[in-house]
């Protein structure tokens, strides 16, 4: 009984997650952050709308922000592929990264995507290669990185923009390698066991700051999109805390540290349910 109800309850954050009103990275961008200039184009192929980044201020200080929107018109998750980014989109990010390195700025990126867009023309213009360089270039940054999960983070297209110092979950966020639906369907044959696979995954926030994946839960209380002001207001607060924390090393200590962290992830901290 004890092992259903936990199940359900990861479920039920699947849900909340998916949730169609949920705020979103540009509505999290317009309330938290100032003087935002988003740029455009990865200089070899195109601009890709999943993935939006660009200039701005945090509290007065200039930084560099990265993040995928979905979308919510239907004209507008067109555009936006439904936060699904190609190659391009993480050869844009790692664009803005190298600026941010240039000029010193520290980097936020935000998580909200159910994965890579995993299309035909997406692979063979490199979609593999694009996100393995993104981790690459994150795990090597002398900046300050932190990486905030707003909704889904879903499989590598989530990790391409993952890698940080810092990594900060809302509290009705999914974190995971692979969907419940899909997880279900290779484990089981069939979608219809996606409820058991979501607690399998162990992608709830709680679980995942219990496991060390993630540093910081943000409460949203019963759902970011019954009251977004709030929610923004506590995720404020902690990106302030990371910020200040990962500002006061010098930077070697700082990429000492991330790498310390990557590496203590592994089978005998991860916690899985069998």
């Avoid at 484990?187 to 994946?213: H, N, P, V």
Wanted: charged share 25%; hydrophobic share 40%.
């Amino acid at each position: 009984m004890k092992n259903k109800a936990a199940q359900s309850k990861a479920w039920k954050t699947v849900q909340i997650a998916r949730h169609p009103d949920r705020p979103q990275f540009l509505d999290y961008v317009n309330e938290i952050f100032t003087e935002f200039d988003a740029l455009h184009g990865d200089r070899v192929f195109g601009d890709d709308g999943a993935m939006v980044g660009g200039l701005a201020r945090f509290e007065g200080q200039p930084v560099m922000i990265v993040g995928q929107h979905r979308g919510r018109s239907t004209r507008e998750k067109l555009h936006h592929n439904f936060g699904m980014a190609n190659p391009e989109g993480y050869r844009k990010a790692q664009r803005l990264l190298d600026m941010a390195e240039r000029f010193n700025l520290p980097v936020f990126t935000f998580i909200d995507t159910m994965g890579a867009y995993p299309g035909v023309g997406a692979e063979e213009r490199g979609q593999a290669e694009a996100i393995a360089t993104s981790l690459a270039q994150l795990s090597s940054l002398k900046v300050p990185v932190i990486a905030t999960v707003l909704g889904e983070g879903g499989s590598g297209g989530a990790l391409g923009i993952g890698v940080a110092d810092r990594v900060i979950m809302l509290s009705h966020s999914i974190y995971s390698v692979i969907s419940p639906e899909g997880c279900a369907s290779i484990l089981w044959k069939t979608a219809e066991k996606a409820e058991q696979a979501s607690e399998a995954l162990a992608l709830t926030a709680d679980r995942l700051k219990q496991m060390g994946i993630v540093e910081y839960v943000v409460d949203e209380g019963e759902g970011a999109h019954l009251n977004p002001e709030q929610v923004m207001q506590n995720l404020t607060l902690v990106l302030r805390e990371a910020l200040n924390e990962l500002q006061g090393m010098d930077a070697e200590e700082r990429c000492e540290a991330r790498y310390q962290r990557l590496m203590k992830f592994g089978s005998d901290n991860a916690g899985i349910v069998s």
